[in-house]
């Protein structure tokens, strides 16, 4: 099964005065991620823009993927990186073949998937309860004018985490990433969490779509495995403890390297 990471660099480059920026640690867990998914089950390509394959070129990372290639310089220069920050991930879906899985850099699967996958339309890491801090009740978006959320969507299906999401059906994949472009192009920006915004268009309107369009939606992993790491890690909550805790994060990447040169024969020096 094909998979993809991807890295729109320009969300990262806003944050630190137009340079690329990334923790040892994060490199680490994106090799780690890239090279299990290839040992376990298949390529896996890293959808960049040409700022991002740049960096990865020189950062001696471009045999970690199967391919590396810049799709994302195709993002819209009026897309708002801090608000829309993950709508790289969702214009590397909108290119590639399907099936496929969408896999965040920071998300690592230890086993092969065939068994779990088979059969399936969509499978996304898990569900999510509909915290209001994180998904507010729909009064509360402002909207340009011409714009209507779905008549057909239920507001009480549980949000999806998508750190993975296989997707089988191309009708799927491009109904989704239509009502998500709808919603980035008729939200008012002015005030708007970017929490908020881009957890709706990523997380909250997939099931929704999934829902009227007849399909059901399965999970990696069930609320309460989510933090289990038998079948995937992923260092979401983990990566700020790292920042705040620089002998923990040194030692956690030693860890990282050991396990990259003992499983893989590879070494790396970040």
């Known amino acids: 099964m094909e998979a993809f990471h991807s890295f729109w660099s320009k969300p990262n480059m806003s944050r630190h005065d137009g340079n690329i920026v990334m923790g040892d640690d994060e490199i680490l867990v994106m090799i780690l991620s890239a090279l299990e998914w290839k040992k376990h089950n298949g390529k896996i390509r890293m959808v960049t823009d040409s700022d991002g394959a740049q960096y990865f070129r020189q950062k001696g990372l471009y045999e970690v993927w199967d391919e590396v290639d810049t799709t994302l310089d195709s993002i819209a220069p009026s897309t708002d990186p801090f608000l ?3 709508a790289g991930k969702l214009t590397a879906l909108k290119h590639s073949k399907v099936p496929v899985v969408m896999l965040d850099t920071d998300l ?19 569900a999510e309860q509909l915290y209001p801090d994180v998904y507010p009740d729909r009064s509360q978006f402002s909207l340009k004018d011409g714009y209507s959320f779905r008549e057909e969507w239920d507001w009480n299906v549980p ?18 990433i239509l009502q998500a472009e709808r919603f980035f192009a008729s939200v008012n920006m002015e005030g708007l969490n970017p929490v908020t915004a881009m957890c709706f268009a990523e997380q909250r309107i997939l099931p ?14 069930d609320l ?14 983990a990566k700020q403890y790292l920042r705040e805790h ?14 990259i040169e003992e499983e893989f024969g590879t070494s790396y020096s970040l």
Request: proline letters at 1%; charged letters at 20%.
């Open 208 to 221: 929704m779509e999934a829902a009227c369009e007849g399909y059901e939606i399965s999970y990696l992993l």
């Open 84 to 86: 829309f920050w993950a």
């Open 224 to 237: 309460e495995q989510a933090n289990a790491q038998s079948v995937a890690t992923h260092m979401w909550g």
């Open 159 to 176: 949000a999806a985490n998508t750190a993975f999401l296989y997707i089988a059906s191309q009708k799927l994949r491009d109904s989704y």
């Open 108 to 126: 690592i699967i230890w086993k092969n998937l065939d068994e779990v996958l088979s059969g399936k339309d969509v499978v996304t890491a898990h």
């Open 246 to 259: 620089p002998n923990e994060r040194q030692a956690f990447c030693r860890r990282c390297l050991k396990r």
